[in-house]
């Protein structure tokens, strides 16, 4: 008998640490699958593959954490829009799949808005975000335009002077950002001298371009504000470089542009060019650094780490804590609990106000030097609210500008005149 209990403290220890590795276990047995709509249509491919490595990259943090509430995040890729911008039939399919606790992604506003009733999902939105949305069961990272558009053409306009030419495409972003600028100057003594849209697709033809660098070269404004989003911006800008030779001395505002996109285009026609976003991490920054070295380890084609995946990034770990302070994936129990968390960010601390769908945060200007790096000039003392439709008109008279584009493009959220 004695000889069996000198035994016990061991036979204590084998069943102590089977316990444990079976927790471990089954705690990774248990996953929790979300959807992550990568959005690469023709005209913002970098742009969008950042935003989803930077989905993935925290996701991957994550699970080495414990996933969360104990559960191993499982996300399913889902490449959502065909190269015509026509919205897929997989989005629909996705958003009645019960299986999926969340859906990240969707990057564009054309995406956001064609999302079928999402009355028992929660959309988790990271990508561009023009604002004047009620955001049902969606909650936002990314700023929206009276965030990072006004603040902007603030600094922009006491820089360089009053006088603003504006470029902008017609699609539903830049088409209401654009009603909203318009509608600013009109009180804030901002002249806007004249104005170019472009139709989709994009190109270099000099049927579109022509016109709008002849505008510009004649007004000579003290400001152009560029509404382009994503890959359209590389027509726009080896168009001012082919036809005007003081490019460089023009003052030209972007706002969705990084590192990323200036990699692909070659550096070739950008610096000088201010850009206004919610994150330039620069070189030195120890997240960015750390990205960097997890990006080597998993071997992700990503080169810099800009706004679009830190917007992806932290849509991740903000809803990783709402579900875990409200203990539930049920999407108004989620975004119950949002105002309630600040979350610790490379930016600092962030949070949502009550009542808000849009995140606070600070807007920083930056301009492009020649070595394709975006140097920060000028950071927001405080974060700034978003103000989802702007007092600037009534809530109704917003949603009639909506309307109204959107009627005129056919019912579609771009007009392509490729296919009308």
């Not at 890729?77 to 919205?87: G, K, S, V």
């Not at 335009?145 to 006088?163: H, I, S």
Request: with cysteine; net charge neutral.
């Amino acid at each position: 008998m004695s000889s069996i209990l000198k035994y016990v403290p061991l036979i204590v220890v084998v069943l102590t640490l089977f316990v444990f590795i079976k927790r471990i276990v089954s705690m990774f047995e248990s996953e929790v699958e979300v959807a992550v709509f990568k959005n690469e249509f023709a005209s913002n491919l970098v742009s969008a593959k950042e935003n989803t490595e930077g989905i993935i990259f925290a996701i991957r943090e994550i699970n080495k954490m414990g996933g969360v509430n104990g559960s191993r995040i499982k996300p399913v890729i889902i490449n959502n829009l065909r190269t015509d911008n026509l919205i897929s039939d997989k989005i629909e399919e996705v958003v009645s799949n019960e299986k999926y606790k969340a859906i990240f992604g969707c990057w564009s506003a054309v995406c956001r808005r064609s999302m079928p009733d999402l009355s028992n999902r929660l959309l988790v939105y990271s990508g561009a975000n023009e604002g004047f949305d009620e955001f049902n069961n969606t909650f936002a990272t990314s700023p929206a335009a009276n965030q990072l558009v006004l603040t902007a053409l603030d600094w922009m306009v006491k820089k360089f002077g009053n006088k603003v030419y504006i470029v902008s495409a017609k699609d539903i972003y830049s088409a209401i950002v654009r009603d909203l600028i318009i509608e600013y100057a009109k009180k804030n003594n901002i002249i806007v001298l004249n104005e170019h849209k472009l139709d989709y697709p994009i190109t270099p033809d000099e049927k579109k371009i022509g016109p709008l660098i002849e505008d510009i070269t004649n007004d000579i404004p003290n400001v152009i504000v560029n509404l382009l989003f994503g890959d359209e911006n590389i027509v726009f800008f080896k168009a001012f470089h082919a036809h005007a030779k003081d490019v460089y001395n023009l003052n030209i505002i972007s706002f969705n542009i990084d590192e990323n996109f200036i990699d692909d285009m070659g550096n070739r026609t950008l610096p000088g060019t201010y850009v206004a976003s919610n994150f330039i991490g620069g070189e030195n920054s120890p997240f960015v650094q750390r990205v960097k070295d997890g990006l080597d380890t998993y071997k992700y084609p990503l080169k810099n780490v800009g706004y679009a995946f830190y917007n992806g990034y932290t849509s991740v770990y903000f809803w990783k804590e709402a579900v875990e302070k409200a203990k539930s994936f049920d999407p108004k129990e989620i975004l119950k609990i949002l105002p309630k968390i600040k979350l610790e960010t490379p930016e600092g601390p962030q949070f949502f106000k009550e009542g808000d769908r849009v995140l606070s945060t600070k807007i920083h200007i930056g301009i492009i030097e020649k070595d394709g790096m975006i140097k920060n000039l000028w950071s927001s003392e405080n974060t700034v609210s978003p103000d989802l439709f702007p007092s600037l008109l009534k809530k109704e008279e917003w949603i009639s500008k909506i309307n109204k584009h959107k009627k005129e493009w056919k019912g579609e959220w771009l007009h392509n005149e490729g296919r009308n």
